[in-house]
């Protein structure tokens, strides 16, 4: 196959174009420079002379509280730039992978979100932007995927992991968040999966987290734990790290649905910290 990656240069996509190469397709990864996403003109362009059978949509403005004070760029990358491919996939007749988010619900209550779930009232800029995402590609096509993921960690960029280590190191006591929860996403189980979804034709919406539940009070101990560093870590609540945008409590999200279409679920968070923090010794 030929499949098209957008936002090569991001955790995800870094790893998305790794692991198709590893299956023997060809992976196209472009980034802002090689397809601007906002400019409709470009990505037909790119698209069509690519001649992919898929695209695996990964760019996305994500930095959550400056989309508070930066909405027009937000929606125009996360809504018309989604818009802008899915109109490219139904023209040429290719399946296209959309990556969305937790932040889709409002994170009230405690029960697992379902993939099917009527979604109400995100809580933040970000939020609505991926949600009205999602609504382009319902709206352009039959042949997608909608993967919602969380708490991304991967080896290309930064995350709550590297923070963590970071803190650790030169702090030796952090402080972490105890009342939201949800699941970790190491990026390099999550491309095995979408790389799984772009072989078939089981479309639909998903989630796609590794598997079991936590707060981030519990991911950062388990990070120290992985690294074998005695770090003092003091769980607070959110109210004590105000932010611009309002985060979701209730993050849980069910993954029942792959094993409905028969789609392998990804490892346990803690497995993926373990392997990712190795990972990370190892390149230094």
């Known amino acids: 196959m030929r499949v098209l990656v957008t936002g090569v240069k991001g955790q995800l996509g870094f790893d998305m174009v790794k692991e198709l190469e590893k299956r023997g397709h060809t992976a196209i990864g472009v980034d802002v420079e090689e397809m601007d996403i906002t400019d409709s003109m470009a990505v037909e362009r790119v698209i069509t002379h690519s001649m992919v059978d898929a695209v695996i949509h990964c760019a996305a403005y994500t930095a959550v509280d400056a989309a508070e004070d930066n909405q027009g760029i937000c929606y125009k990358v996360n809504v018309e730039g989604t818009e802008n491919i899915a109109k490219v996939c139904k023209k040429c007749d290719i399946k296209m992978i959309y990556i969305s988010t937790d932040y889709v619900f409002d994170g009230k209550g405690t029960r697992p979100w379902e993939p099917d779930d009527t979604i109400t009232e995100p809580l933040n800029t970000y939020g609505m932007s991926k949600h009205q995402g999602e609504q382009a590609v319902q709206k352009y096509l039959e042949k ?22 970071r803190l650790g190191e030169e702090n030796g006591a952090v402080k972490v968040v105890n009342d939201q929860f949800g699941s970790p996403t190491y990026t390099a189980d999550l491309a095995v999966l979408l790389a799984d979804m772009v072989e078939v034709n089981r479309f639909g919406i998903y989630h796609a987290t590794n598997e079991g539940f936590c707060s981030w009070y519990d991911f950062a101990c388990e990070i120290f734990k992985a690294a074998n560093m005695q770090v003092e870590v003091t769980p607070v609540s959110a109210e004590e790290f105000p932010a611009k945008a309002n985060r979701p409590s209730n993050s849980r999200m069910s993954k029942d649905k792959l094993d409905i279409n028969g789609f392998r679920r990804l490892p346990s968070w803690q497995n993926a910290t373990a392997r990712y923090v190795k990972e990370l010794k190892a390149q230094k």
């Open 144 to 165: 997608f995927y909608i993967v919602r993921i969380a708490w991304v960690f991967g080896m290309n960029g930064k995350n709550f992991v590297k923070t963590m280590l």
